[in-house]
């Protein structure tokens, strides 16, 4: 029904130095994310845009996932308190997964840390103000810090050629650089971060882009920066693209906002790996997570393969229900897997449904029923 | 360029009590405010639309102006902390209007704020995350209070025959609402919190509907009321709308995130009534303020109207330049207005040139130019 509604567009729903580039791709549809723009479809379907992911590389705007740069001499303290996972041993040139909490141990945002020096990190935000969070608390604890959201615009290279496209573009460094590491390398004399990662589960990498000079315009250098990459990536069969459903749903990889909100807490969304509740320090939302941790959780998100007419995705959660009929859950991404050859989807299931090879049903916005099995995440290759 | 894309629908983008009313009634157009569906138009023109307004009523989905609560015994305390506006003698029943400022005295949302008791208010945003600024703040300073977001989705009945409707509605005690007040109002046994106030130049009242009864379900409530509105509206030519940005403009009512951002202060947005830096209390961003009073302004938001073909609503900042092609600033929402004869916009202007009466050129995004002259707002009647 909302399949075909337009998006207002105005200053405050925000653009980026590459929204022109998208546009001249083709864009078809865009989403909303920290206040600007997310690309979420180009000319071709979801599904062409999966093969291609995997198989060559594309070219993302990801310019939403905002920085929330943290500095001084208080810096490191307050990063520590807003995350339940230890950064005493990260070092520089490190990107850290963290979950950042409320007070009742609900999770509020899921970023990416990155350690540029001691007294200088950024936290790579997922769909909510993280900015407010930190400086709110910060301000209240009278922490000597300063936190700003600088014109860092993140650009994602995503796809198996992704390595050989960016050792063109920045030289064979590019290849020195770990998974969840970043260098930082030289683009036309300016000095920008390069990490291995990207919200795919292909070989990828993201550029910090940041224009550090102010007499040059963020537009201007991005638009070349795009232009180059571009340029660069056609004997690799390049392709405008952005996160993609299918990929992201099978690689197990959550959103913010989607797949678990305020109302959950990590141990829920398979994040404890990422929390440790029993250290020294304090962090916002320790006692309660003690209190998880000590209870148990009641939910968990799994993954549900689940049959009938291919899914094209869905625009909000779908039932999922028990033999009895009764609501155990709800799936909160879901689409057709190609390469599974049935619809897949990501969802929270209580705990009594939650054992991998459970039959479910899944129950569609038009009220039809289709049989659905409990699997790990991510879905088995 | 970015007429025709489309607004991906995910979890993410929340949908609220009234959007499967708003999809029958053919919504056109959504923005995403606050994480959440905010319709933005209809079958018909935004002129059609400002026409009805001004002469009939409508019913908007304004669930997006969410509530952060705030309650306990060190409420009061916070939220005077919050805003630089003084809160020592609100009485409950009221709504103020009042900045929120970080500690640059930058602007960070521009709330209307509701009195429900010595100990309990509620924040009606726009578009930040104002429960995680409140909640960091309050943790950072341990202050003894509870801060969430209630299922509170605000509908709002705006046009010169509200009052008629509303009393038809909620019984007689409506007209005894003065603007800017609020009474609890009766509805099916619930309780309301039914206010005069609304985003338009019009009479209108906004019923901030709950439902306080987990028993029963919010979208059904929602519906309910819609329902219910809907029908008794028939005799007053009842029609589904949205804020209308004609009507917006020539009433000077700003929006965050559009007309000014966290980079301008409440003196550059003409809300120096609702600043008392002054005073005892201390509030974020009060040395900062002062130091804006103290030095004055170097830029301040103003009308403009400007010649040439009626402007449709323009997607970004048009730049304002000077005789010598200098750019003095831009405007930032801007469209035709029908009864003014020509195109109007909100405008950041450099003080050199922000007096009433100067001629200035307005640069169109495909680069022509426009006479313009500077006004005051809101737009002369």
Known sequence: MTKNIKLNMSRRIRRTPYTSMVEKHGVSDFTVVNHMLLPK?????????????SKDVQIWDVSCQRQVQISGPDASKLVQKLTPRSIKKMETGKCFYIPILNEKAGMINDPV????????????IADSDILLWAKGFALGLDLNV???????????IQGPKSEELMTKVFGEDVKKIKFFNFR??????TKQVVARSGYSKQDGFEIYFKVHDSHFDSIEMGEKLWKIIWDAGQEFNISPGCPNL???IEGGLMSYGNDFTNENNPFECNLE?????????????KEALKSVQKNGIIQKIRGIIFDGEA????GQPLPVLSDKNKKIGQITSGIYSPRIKNNIGLSMILRDFWEVGENVTVQM????????????LPFPE
Chains 1, 2 share one sequence.
């Open 184 to 189: 930082i390398m030289d683009f036309m004399g």
């Open 41 to 53: 479809g180009f000319k071709n379907s979801v599904e062409t845009d999966y093969w291609h992911l």
């Open 146 to 156: 300063n936190i700003e959201e600088p014109d860092v615009y993140p650009l994602a």
């Open 113 to 124: 840390l990155l350690k540029l020096d001691d007294d200088m990190f950024w936290i790579s």
């Open 273 to 285: 790996k990422y929390c440790s509740p029993d250290v020294d320090h304090h962090f916002i939302g």
């Open 365 to 376: 916005l038009d009220g039809k029923k289709r049989k659905g099995i409990i699997t790990t």
């Open 246 to 248: 299918i990929d992201r």
């Open 311 to 314: 899914c094209s995705g869905i």
